[in-house]
């Protein structure tokens, strides 16, 4: 099959769903001629303007750029100046502050200027394949490519389908999504998931949403694996110097919305029952981040920056807990990667993560206060034989269920089910 994979960010910018779909793509490539079409390809457009989409449509360059990852092609996608800043105010008018007439025509013309630019570089592709990362009117364009192509349109519609710090709603409603003008969960986005050939989720918890509130009947749950290595030389305690201490690792991208504030805010309270821990945190510094670190200045807070693979898989391997106590999470691969080297976990309760977790069998799930993440931390250095439990737990079940080779099979087997 010929695969062409849309999606708004893509490998070298970082997070999970660049990192996890680079993944998948790499993996479809072996059997399959693939390629991607991105708007984005590195942090520093990525936090451009305080909003997701600002950097894709102010820093896209005149014209595509082709680049390759080994033998996929990726384009991004290119913009004549007039075309940026048409798309800049088409985007800007997606708010409730513009009557909806209004709002819809400016909507179909946004989107008819992206399927346009699509379809101007696709060429012959029988698949075409949206990841959703929180700019759906890309998403959109993709699929009206798709029905004008005549050819199946697959939605991995990555969403966070609850309430920040929200009690679980077993059967959430459309009503209930928390609903933004230009983020994550809006009406883009619901409309595509609706027309959708297939749906892909990271989590049952997702899926059953579709599915109770009929959205979509051709709904898989397929998640995504770890991305690491476990032929780990060194160690990385040693390398900084505390090679005889707890550490504690928190691996992603730094923002508010991941729970960086509050871990910091804990660390005094672990410190005043033990001193001898250490704070680690990994991935790129976001969204003026760096800012709230200088009020937190201790040697015991050590800033990695992005870590490639055999260096995040080291820090995994030396870390004695992974704390990433983050609310806006679709599934939460990061911490499949921390149950590879057999470690606990401390995580926000919330419902992918809860799904994940087997209700805490794989780590403690907390309301992340500072208060809640020191008792969580000291909990389990405190008690290295729940640590070995949860960690051997999450081992287990990485290696039954999340799987990369399981995962692409189920993702082709969707593929020609769609094409059928």
Request: aromatic letters at 10%; proline letters at 4%; hydrophobic letters at 40%.
């Amino acid at each position: 099959m010929k695969v062409t994979y849309i999606l708004p960010i893509y490998w070298p910018a970082i997070g999970g769903c660049e990192l996890h779909t680079r993944h998948l793509v790499n993996l479809i490539g072996y059997s399959h001629e693939v390629r991607v079409i991105t708007l984005l390809d590195n942090q520093k457009d990525k936090e451009k303007g305080g909003e997701f989409w600002f950097g894709g449509v102010l820093c896209a360059p005149k014209h595509n750029k082709f680049y390759h990852d080994g033998n996929i092609v990726i384009t991004k996608l290119g913009l004549t100046v007039y075309e940026r800043w048409l798309a800049f105010v088409l985007v800007k008018t997606q708010t409730n502050k513009i009557p909806k007439p209004i709002k819809k025509i400016t909507l179909r013309l946004l989107v008819n200027l992206y399927a346009k630019k699509l379809a101007s570089i696709i060429g012959e592709t029988d698949i075409i394949h949206a990841v959703h990362c929180g700019v759906a009117w890309f998403d959109m364009a993709a699929l009206h490519l798709a029905k004008r192509l005549k050819i199946p349109f697959i939605y991995t519609a990555l969403s966070h389908l609850y309430k920040k710090n929200a009690t679980y709603i077993a059967h959430i409603t459309i009503k209930e999504l928390p609903f933004t003008e230009r983020g994550p969960v809006n009406q883009i986005w619901l409309n595509t998931c609706y027309q959708a050939d297939a749906i892909i989720t990271m989590t049952d918890f997702e899926r059953e949403f579709f599915l109770k509130n009929k959205i979509n009947t051709n709904v898989y749950t397929t998640g995504v694996g770890a991305i690491v290595t476990t032929n780990v030389t060194g160690d990385f305690k040693e390398r900084y110097g505390f090679l005889d201490k707890f550490m504690v690792l928190f691996l992603g991208r730094n923002n508010k919305d991941k729970g960086v504030e509050e871990l910091l805010n804990a660390t005094r309270l672990v410190w005043q029952k033990n001193p001898d821990v250490y704070f680690v945190f990994a991935g790129p510094l976001e969204f003026g981040v760096e800012e709230l670190f200088k009020h937190y200045a201790d040697s015991r807070i050590i800033l990695c920056g992005p870590l490639e693979t055999e260096d995040k898989s080291s820090a995994l391997k030396s870390s004695d807990i992974i704390c990433i106590p983050s609310v806006v999470e679709s599934l939460g691969g990061v911490f499949l990667e921390a149950w590879t080297f057999k470690k606990p976990v401390i995580a926000a309760d919330i419902p992918p993560i809860r799904e994940l977790s087997g209700g805490g069998q794989g780590g403690v799930l907390i309301k992340p206060t500072p208060e809640n993440i020191a008792n969580a931390i000291l909990l389990l250095l405190d008690n290295p034989n729940l640590r070995q439990t949860m960690g051997t737990w999450g081992k287990r079940m990485v290696n039954d269920k999340y799987n990369w080779q399981h995962i692409a099979s189920t993702v082709e087997q969707i593929y020609q089910s769609a094409k059928s």
